[in-house]
């Protein structure tokens, strides 16, 4: 309480009549915090607090690399600090056009379209290409966003269990909509697992669907280059294939992309909202994923050493007994832990190994599925992955499930 007065003050001046307006958000936040549930922020320093990162998502350990301070930096001298407007009047840079250009080409598709995050290409794909005449099908695990763009969508949703392609069938099968989209993570973003996208796109085509798939996390990890779950599977440059992306994982910058067939793209800048209606994305961030797609095509090494490291890490974890992914084909590895305070505690643990990690809880997880999000590094050595080792063995006694007591 006394946490909560200094951070919010007393509430003063509000009649007989009138109740405290903000009373109800501090009553939700406490209970949120007795219930070890509350979301809070984790300022860093210029490192991570001196703490080995196991919780960012610069999976090829790019974000302070020279080479994209100094690409952000030479936009910067081109093009200035903002992008001026959005990217249909002054915003779309010579570097712009050139990103949508290389991501297409990276990926394996005919066009790409910038965004300013990779929340508001999700939102522009699946609201443009949705409508009250298009079904929408959604992976009951995907990515808040896209739970966000169903919403936007207008559209009738249709949840269907995880990496179910028989429920998606069945959904698309017994629609009334004339058009339907199938929408799903490419590597789940907590699970770490990968969507069944050969046999997703077999059932969108038998169905004459769209198939959106988000790279957010594929981008950069997975399939040769790096260039993503689509081009893995060998779907990418198919006409009903879209793709989403951020460029603020793996290529350690900020925004997103819409990657697709040219009507597709078309469409969207004729129509998505998130795209007509925001200001184009900073030139620096520009600047900055364009170097790291040239540091990603130098050393086309680095997605395979990222997923290398996820595998160590999960064996790791597997060995001493905890519940993981036995085997991660990206960069993202959960430990499930169960209740939030287990989470909470192990999270405490690895901060005192010197090692920073996510904490996932409800809502962000399911209830009993609160876990240690762990991410990989291609950068990530032998002497930190013996330092996880040992915290992780901590972590195993401690919620009684090592092997080795
Ligand atoms: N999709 C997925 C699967 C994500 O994990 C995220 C970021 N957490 C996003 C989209 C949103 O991307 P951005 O952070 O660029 O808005």
Redesign the pocket.
């Known amino acids: 309480m006394t946490e909560v007065v200094a951070r919010y003050g007393t509430a003063t001046g509000y009649g007989t009549a009138g109740a405290d307006p903000l009373e109800r958000l501090r009553a939700a936040g406490r209970a949120r915090e007795a219930a070890g549930l509350r979301r809070t922020l984790l300022p860093r320093d210029g490192g991570h607090g001196g703490l080995v990162d196991l919780a960012s998502?610069d999976y090829l350990g790019l974000c302070r690399d020279p080479r994209l301070a100094a690409g952000a930096a030479r936009a910067v001298r081109a093009y200035g600090t903002g992008a001026t407007g959005s990217r249909l009047v002054t915003g779309t840079t010579e570097l712009h056009a050139e990103l949508d250009r290389r991501l297409a080409g990276l990926t394996g598709t005919a066009a790409g379209l910038v965004f300013s995050?990779?929340?508001?290409a999700?939102l522009g794909a699946v609201a443009t290409l949705g409508g009250r005449d298009v079904l929408v099908v959604s992976d009951r695990s995907n990515?808040a966003?896209?739970v966000d763009a169903c919403r936007l969508s207008r559209s009738r949703v249709a949840i269907t269990p995880h990496r179910d392609v028989a429920a998606v069938e069945s959904a698309l099968a017994g629609r009334d909509e004339p058009h339907a989209l199938v929408v799903t993570?490419a590597v789940f973003?907590v699970d770490g697992d990968v969507a069944p996208l050969a046999a997703l796109h077999r059932v969108v085509r038998r169905h004459g669907a769209i198939l959106v798939v988000?790279e957010?996390?594929a981008l950069g990890v997975v399939g040769d280059g790096g260039r993503g779950a689509a081009h893995a599977a060998g779907i990418a440059g198919e006409p009903d294939v879209v793709l989403t992306l951020?460029?603020?994982k793996s290529l350690a910058s900020?925004?997103?992309a819409v990657l697709g067939a040219p009507e597709v793209i078309d469409t969207l800048v004729d129509a998505s909202r998130a795209f007509i209606f925001d200001t184009g994305l900073n030139p620096a961030a520009v600047g900055a994923a364009l170097a790291a797609l040239d540091v990603l095509a130098a050393d086309p090494g680095l997605p395979g050493r990222a997923r290398e490291r996820a595998r160590r890490i999960a064996s790791l974890a597997a060995g001493l007994g905890l519940e993981t992914t036995r085997d991660p084909a990206a960069a993202v590895v959960p430990v499930f832990l169960g209740a939030p305070e287990d989470a909470l505690r192990a999270r405490e643990l690895c901060r005192e190994h010197g090692l920073k990690v996510g904490c996932f809880r409800p809502p962000s997880v399911p209830d009993g599925r609160s876990c240690l999000r762990l991410t990989a590094r291609a950068t990530l050595d032998e002497a930190e992955l013996t330092v996880l080792g040992g915290a992780l063995e901590m972590i195993a006694r401690s919620t009684g499930r090592s092997l080795h007591t």
């Open positions: 998502n995050s990779g929340y508001l999700n990515h966003s896209i993570d973003s988000d957010a996390h951020t460029l603020s900020q925004g997103g």
